[in-house]
């Protein structure tokens, strides 16, 4: 499946994991300050998202979560991108450099500070070289590992993310290139649950991701999934005018033409007929049919 992972155009993988991750520490949202793309002094140093929590002494009941501390340090490599000792002590600076800039001297504890480093796949060879150099692995819960020694310098977790259980993580486990048929289903029905319109917004980012990145379990899926595709541009119609409005806003009709595009590859990509195809963009957008064809030329 390594064609499905590699496209020619470059999927955006770290909105889908700050929403996943949203997603999964949604009952605890109250509690918790989500902080994307954190910038440290300078636009180049930017951690991928930053979990900052109200109050330190609140748990968290998540077997991700339970880890965190008062300030945590999330970085986030996608399925083409390397997790190697070079990441890890980059992940470790980041941390250091955060309790650096605080307001005041030592305005952020070092011991109030934890670093998580999520990935699709188990990164052996880091594995094997911490462990060479003295550090001890261990796991309490599945696909998450706790390094332990002088390498890390601050309470340190490694997240596995397809080796997470898949009804407990299905956020962050199908932000993947490797799902199948049922996967794809299962990530569907459970978007059918979701009521609340945060989590509609932040489902739509992950559903984003993941249906640009497994283009072939989407196509298995199409034949007969009416319902599940109902649900699916239920969830996308908020992202989708989004950008309608965006581009309303700076005089530009480039996004509204963006979204029809990216409506009908969703369509496509789910095997319906040209003709439905036709009738939803002229439904959803107001088109008449001679613009809708010209746009099904694209």
């Not at 996943?20 to 520490?25: F, K, V």
């Not at 706790?146 to 997240?159: D, K, L, R, S, V």
């Amino acid at each position: 499946r390594k064609d499905v992972i590699m496209s020619s155009t470059k999927i955006q993988w770290h909105p889908g994991f700050a929403a996943a991750m949203n997603l999964e520490l949604k009952e605890y949202r109250k509690d918790l300050i989500f902080e994307k793309e954190y910038n440290l002094n300078t636009k180049p140093l930017e951690i991928d998202l930053l979990i900052i929590k109200k109050e330190a002494s609140v748990p968290i009941e998540n077997d991700i979560g339970s880890f965190f501390r008062g300030h945590n340090i999330l970085e986030y490599k996608s399925p083409e991108d390397s997790l190697d000792i070079d990441v890890f002590y980059k992940s470790e600076a980041y941390a250091g450099l955060y309790k650096s800039y605080g307001k005041t001297v030592n305005a952020v504890k070092a011991d109030d500070i934890t670093v998580s480093i999520l990935r699709d796949s188990e990164p052996r060879k880091l594995f094997r070289y911490l462990k060479e150099q003295g550090n001890k692995i261990s796991s309490r819960y599945r696909g998450i590992y706790y390094i332990e020694g002088n390498t890390a310098w601050f309470p340190t977790q490694i997240i596995v993310t397809k080796r997470l259980d898949k009804n407990m993580h299905i956020w962050l486990r199908s932000l993947s290139g490797r799902l199948d048929k049922n996967d794809v289903k299962n990530l569907l029905e459970r978007v059918g649950e979701i009521s609340d319109k945060w989590d509609k917004e932040m489902v739509g980012a992950v559903l984003a991701v993941s249906i640009e990145a497994n283009k072939q379990a989407v196509r298995e899926l199409a034949g007969g999934e009416h319902m599940l595709l109902e649900t699916l541009m239920e969830i996308m119609e908020p992202q989708i005018t989004e950008k309608l409005d965006e581009a309303q806003r700076e005089g530009r009709k480039e996004g509204r033409k963006e979204g029809i595009q990216g409506t009908i590859k969703i369509l496509r990509n789910f095997n319906h007929q040209e003709s439905e195809v036709k009738g939803t963009i002229m439904e959803q957008y107001g088109l008449t049919e001679d613009e809708a064809e010209e746009y099904l030329k694209i």
